[in-house]
């Protein structure tokens, strides 16, 4: 069993702040890339940022100089700060992580998502 479990989203005001994090438990051997992603309503899931094992980061153009992702690799988390969010960043933001179970199984794996809402 793996799990991803996210906290930190909520109600912000544009041009305000955010921190999320995602914690990867359970029959892990390791870990390779991790992510976030987000859905808004009535659209595809996108890519937001992700973070490879070796600390290579990429993210969304929308989101560049806005957002940054990091890694706690002793803890297994991600985290994605986000500043100067905008009404558009509203959207659930999941958690994705490639992994390798303690059997040897390739897994995607992903969180149950946090709401981010942006007033205007």
């Known amino acids: 069993q793996v799990q991803l479990v996210e906290s930190g989203g909520g109600l912000v005001q544009a041009g305000g702040s955010l921190r999320l994090s995602c914690a990867a438990s359970g029959n892990i051997f390791s870990i390779n890339d991790m992510g976030w992603y987000r859905q808004a309503p009535g659209k595809q899931r996108e890519l937001v940022a992700s973070?490879?094992?070796?600390?290579?980061?990429n993210y969304a153009e929308s989101v560049k100089g806005r957002f940054t992702i990091s890694r706690d690799y002793a803890r297994n988390t991600v985290y994605l700060q986000m500043n100067s969010l905008k009404p558009e960043d509203t959207a659930v933001y999941y958690c994705?992580?490639?992994?390798?179970?303690?059997?040897?199984?390739?897994?995607?794996?992903w969180g149950q998502g946090t709401q981010v809402t942006v007033s205007s």
């Open positions: 994705n992580a490639e992994l390798i179970t303690t059997t040897l199984y390739r897994r995607d794996a």
């Open positions: 973070i490879a094992s070796e600390g290579t980061t």
